[in-house]
């Protein structure tokens, strides 16, 4: 029983002694003294609530301070040595035997599953249950799965918590997450094991440390809180792009689209340096201008300089690699997101007619400056809507640009003359590439 209720029933009982009536101070010092008699007795059936508490399993451990030198190398010693016993715990190469292969592709039921299983050594043992067979298992009739597919998916699984180990090596504050700093010395040590990275010259390193980097801060830490969660890094791929170049034979067309491939730093670099007209190290607005095509409107880079980070009104290459990858992968909500905070110059967190209109002005001042007739307004406007289909139909969000997946064109129309001389004339490209292809085939 509640010992509240105790008292409200006990002060409640009428007086033995009806003719002496009791004070005030005297009613609150019988509720004191009953309130001290029910909660000794009740603590004194608890009394070994201390011995319960030391039970409970300790999950708070504070992090050594700057000036706790010795804690902190303990620390790192006792992660160090834990990590390699996890390591220890993977199938090695020499574990990791391909199958022979002979004829069609081996089946294996589940009876003949669970015998290989109990055969199998202790750091197999993981891989052969039910669920691992049952993800594996699809359309066969006879309820069997494939071994190479099983022989893959262990391999995967293997590849995974290496480089999650491996990955963890880096993470210093060991909260399971790297700092740029962190995964800028990964990557750095990663580069001799890369043979399509060999060609690198030392000197350019620094430079193609940061190209890599950026992009997995751009797509992976959106509120730039300047960490990656491990668990982000090996869901992304961006990790088998980068360990693709281990592939000694990777095809040209393969470097082309590999934002960590010499080719494709070195174009992202040279571009840069191209801009930089007067050789410091940093670009101006009108050195950006000439970026792409040169026909980015001037209201929009405004935007780019007045929103992101610039040096005494210049932008150095940190901030340009963000600027190329939002502007190259402009499907990406990541991408998006960089280029909706620009457009939305009043920061209401959704784009208006008025704020549509703002950077569209600027493509009607390009068209008339190249001698084209400028289009109207509404008819832009009227499209963009139609496109993007927002729940608000006054009213464009970051979420409604998304979920259209029109995002792309839409961005394109607002801040690119070419980008939107391109949208405009899309039925008659379309219709020229169609010929141009019927003349090749008729030779």
């Not at 309130?35 to 508490?53: A, D, H, L, P, V």
């Not at 901030?319 to 502007?327: I, P």
């Not at 704020?355 to 289009?375: C, T, W």
Request: proline share 3%; glycine share 4%.
């Amino acid at each position: 029983m509640d010992w509240k209720e105790v008292l409200r029933r006990r002060l409640a009982t009428p007086n033995t002694c009806p003719n002496k009536k009791k004070s005030e101070q005297e009613l609150k010092d019988e509720e004191m003294d009953l309130f001290t008699k029910y909660y000794s007795e009740w603590k004194g059936g608890r009394k070994n609530t201390n011995e319960f508490y030391k039970t409970i399993p300790r999950f708070y451990y504070r992090l050594p301070a700057e000036d706790e030198v010795l804690l902190q190398k303990l620390r790192e010693e006792s992660r160090a040595v834990f990590l390699q016993r996890k390591s220890r715990e993977l199938l090695d190469n020499e574990e990791l035997q391909t199958p022979p292969m002979i004829g069609e592709e081996a089946m294996i039921n589940y009876e003949n599953f669970l015998k290989v299983g109990e055969k199998a050594g202790a750091k197999c043992k993981q891989f052969f249950t039910a669920k691992v067979f049952a993800k594996l298992l699809h359309t066969d009739s006879y309820g069997r799965i494939s071994i190479m597919q099983f022989f893959n998916y262990v391999m995967r699984k293997v590849w995974l918590h290496q480089t999650r180990i491996g990955l963890s090596l880096y993470d210093v504050a060991g909260q399971g997450y790297l700092r740029e700093s962190d995964l800028e010395n990964y990557i750095l040590e990663l580069i001799p094991t890369l043979p399509q990275l060999d060609g690198l010259e030392k000197s350019f390193y620094s430079f193609y440390v940061c190209t890599a980097v950026r992009k997995f801060f751009f797509f992976l830490d959106p509120l730039r809180t300047g960490k990656i969660k491990i668990q982000d890094i090996l869901a992304c791929s961006f990790l088998d792009d980068l360990l693709e170049l281990r592939d000694e034979e990777l095809s040209k067309e393969s470097q082309e689209t590999n934002w960590f491939s010499a080719p494709s730093a070195l174009r992202v670099y040279g571009q840069y340096l191209n801009l930089d007209k007067d050789h410091n190290g940093m670009l101006s607005k009108e050195e950006l201008s000439r970026y792409g095509t040169a026909t980015m409107t001037n209201v929009f880079l405004d935007r780019v300089f007045q929103e992101c980070l610039t040096y005494d009104g210049e932008m150095d290459y940190k901030t340009y690699l963000d600027f190329v990858l939002a502007l190259e992968n402009r499907k990406e909500p990541a991408a998006l997101q960089y280029i909706f905070k620009l457009l939305d110059i009043e920061n209401k967190g959704y784009l208006n007619v008025f704020s549509l209109n703002y950077f569209f002005r600027a493509i009607q001042e390009l068209m008339k400056i190249h001698g084209q007739d400028p289009v109207s307004f509404q008819d832009v406007k009227d499209e963009i809507f139609d496109m993007v289909k927002p729940k608000d139909p006054l009213k464009i969000s970051l979420q409604d640009l998304i979920n259209s997946n029109q995002g792309d064109t839409v961005t394109t129309i607002l801040i690119d003359l070419n980008g939107f001389w391109t949208y405009e004339n899309r039925e008659a490209l379309v219709a020229n590439d169609s010929e141009n292809s019927a003349d090749l085939d008729d030779t």
